[in-house]
């Protein structure tokens, strides 16, 4: 049996040693796992560094590879970020049968598809997945209609993923992409010099969108 403890902080100064601790006790006094059973993948963010996620993605990609049993976190934050970006971890380890369980909110979502408790879950999860995503379309078209009110909006051009139409902002032919590259920059899974190589700006025009503008893209 390899159990996964997976520990994030966000930032340098943060120390790794709290989660380490946890998941490490957890899954020696709540699941008989020995040392030589656990695996710890860690992440911690430095800026946007590009390498800010690779132990996320290392330890799916070793889920999907059958070479983990089960995987444990401090907390959901750690793990994902929103509640859709936890449904969408946790269905990846449910299709791979690897167990999720989460220390703090005393959460474990299982592989078995036939468990009604699961079915449960999941429906849960896509319910305030849904949720989550009508709350941030909602902030988008405020966001934009405030904007829009601004002398910056009304004589400037129109933000990156936009378009003016009739002297009013409106979603560009590529906006979808902007907000997806935009979104992997503000989870540091993305560096500002990538995101403007992708959408051919500039990593001070990336800055903005993320720091300043987030309103417009949901983040």
Do not use: W
């Amino acid at each position: 049996m390899t159990i996964a403890c997976y520990v994030r902080v966000s930032t340098a100064k943060q120390n790794l040693d709290r989660q380490l601790t946890s998941t490490k006790e957890y899954a020696e006094n709540r699941l008989g796992a020995t040392l030589a059973d656990i695996e710890i993948y860690r992440d911690k963010a430095t800026g946007t560094s590009t390498s800010a996620r690779d132990d996320y993605q290392r330890l799916m990609d070793d889920a999907e590879a059958g070479e983990v049993d089960i995987v444990v976190a401090h907390e959901v934050s750690r793990v994902a970020r929103s509640i859709s970006d936890l449904e969408r971890t946790a269905e990846r380890l449910r299709e791979s049968g690897v167990e999720l369980h989460v220390v703090s909110e005393g959460l474990v979502i299982g592989a078995d598809e036939e468990d009604p408790y699961q079915r449960a879950l999941f429906q849960l999860l896509g319910v305030f997945g849904e949720l989550e995503a009508n709350i941030k379309r909602q902030n988008i078209r405020e966001g934009i209609a405030a904007r829009q009110e601004s002398d910056e909006y009304r004589h400037g051009p129109a933000p990156l993923g936009f378009e003016k139409r009739d002297g009013r902002l409106v979603e560009g032919g590529d906006y979808d992409r902007v907000c997806t590259v935009l979104d992997m920059v503000a989870r540091n899974d993305m560096s500002q010099r990538k995101a403007a190589e992708e959408l051919e700006s500039s990593r001070r025009t990336i800055r903005r969108a993320v720091e300043e503008r987030g309103e417009l893209y949901g983040l």
